[in-house]
C-alpha cells in the first residue's frame, strides 16, 4: 500500500510538491520560533548554574541595574550568622563604548569591591579568565578593567589596550568569557571608579553579592537575611547626593512635591473627625503592613531560574499563537490538496471497491498518503529550522542565542506527520462513502 499510496503523490507532483513545501514552511516557522524561547532558558540555566551566591536586591527591582540599596547594611549583613564574604555591586549604563555610541547588544559597568570578589571561594569571572589576569588589591581606585572576549572582539583590543567607556580612558587587565550572553555584555572595575564613572552616590549600592559560609543552608540564609531587614522603609531613605547642580534641585523638588502629595491632609473631606479618624485608620493598616514586609529581596540562582521561566510560559503562548496561523494554512493546503485528489481519482477508487477493497482500506491509502505528505514536510521542515538556528547563532553570537534541542526538533516532526494524518481524513472519509458503481459512473 505504501507503494500503492507513494505512486499516486509522484503522479501528481506540482501539487504534491506545493503542499509539502506549504508543511515545511510552517514547521520551520515553529522551530525557529520555539528556539527562541528554548535558547532563554539555556542561557539562563548556564548564567545561573555559574552563580552559588545569594543577590540581596532592593524589593520590585525587576534586575539589580534598578536597584539601590543603603552601603552601610553591608555591616549588617556580615553580621548575619552563615554570611560568609559580602560584596557590594553597582551599575551603570555603557552607552559610549571607544567614542561609538551603544545601543545593541548593550554594554554595562560593573563595579565590585575588589577586596571582597578575591575572598569568594568561587569568583564567576575570575574562573573564567581567559587572557591577563583577575583584579589585584593594587587595582582599588584605578581605572583598571576586565572585558568579555565578545566585547574585546568587537573594538579589535586586548589586554595592555585603553578604552573609552562613557568618555573615561580604561585599560584592559583581563579578558573573560563566560558562554553566557546575559553575562558577557559587562566591563568590570572597582566599585569606587565605577561609581565615578556613573556618577553613584558613595552611600548607595545596587545590590549586595553574598556568599555562605557554609554552616547554613542557603534557603535558610535566605529567609534569616530578609527577616533580619524586615520592617525596614526605603522610602523614607534618601541617599545623599554626590553631585551638586540643577539636576539634583529638580531632583529634590519633585521628592518634596511627592511627598507633599502623598500626605493626609487634615480636615480635608467632610465630616472633619471622622474623616480623620478614618484615614488615620488606613494609615495604621498602611504602616502595618509595611512593617511586615521586608524592603529588600534576596534571590537565589534557582529564584532567578524561576522567575524566567515564568516569563518563558508567557512568551511560549505567544509563540503557540504565531504559530497556529501557519500551521492553520498548512494544514488547509492538504485538506485541498486531498479533496481534490478525490476528485479526480473518483473513478479509480470505484475500480478498487470493485475489486474488493473495503472502505477502511480506502481511508487507509488516503491517510497514508497524507500522512506521507506530513512526514516530508516535517523532515524538511525540522532541518531548515534547525539549521536557520545555528546560521543566526553563527552570525549574530553576541546579539541572539537560539537553541533547538532534540525534544523540540522530534517533536515538530510528530506533529507534521499528525497534521497530514488529520489534514487527510476527511477527504479519506469522503472518497469512502463512494458506492462503486456510482464512483464508475461519476468518472
Known sequence: MIRFALGNLFSRPLR???SVLGLAVAISGMVGLFSIAGGIDKVVSNTFE???GLLVQQQGAPIPLFSTLPANWRTELEAIPGVGVVDPEVFCRVNQLDGKIIINPPRFAIGMDVNARLELKRSLYRENLVDGRFFLPADVETNHCLVSREISTSISKGVGDEIDVNGTHFEIVGIYETGS???DVNILMDISTCRRLGRIDINTVGCFYVETDDSVDSKTLQKSIEDHFRGRDL????PRPQFSGTGNAIANFARRLDKTIKAPSINSQPGGNQ???GRSDEVS???SAQSDRSPIEVRSADDWGKRIAEFSQDLNIFLTLMTAIGVSIATLSIVNTMLMSVTERTTEFGILRANGWSQSEIIRLMTL????????GGLIGVSVGWFATVLINWVWPGRLQLHAGFTLLLFSLVFSIALGLVGGLYPAWRASRLSPMESIRRG
Do not use: C, K, R, Y
Not at 522610602?235 to 534618601?238: F, G, L, R
Open 275 to 277: 474623616a480623620d479618624e
Open 181 to 183: 550572553m546575559m553575562l
Open 285 to 287: 493598616s498602611t504602616v
Open 50 to 52: 555559574q552563580i552559588p
Open 369 to 376: 498518503e497524507s500522512s506521507l505528505i506530513g512526514l516530508s
Open 235 to 238: 522610602q523614607s531613605w534618601q
Open 16 to 18: 504534491t510538491v506545493l
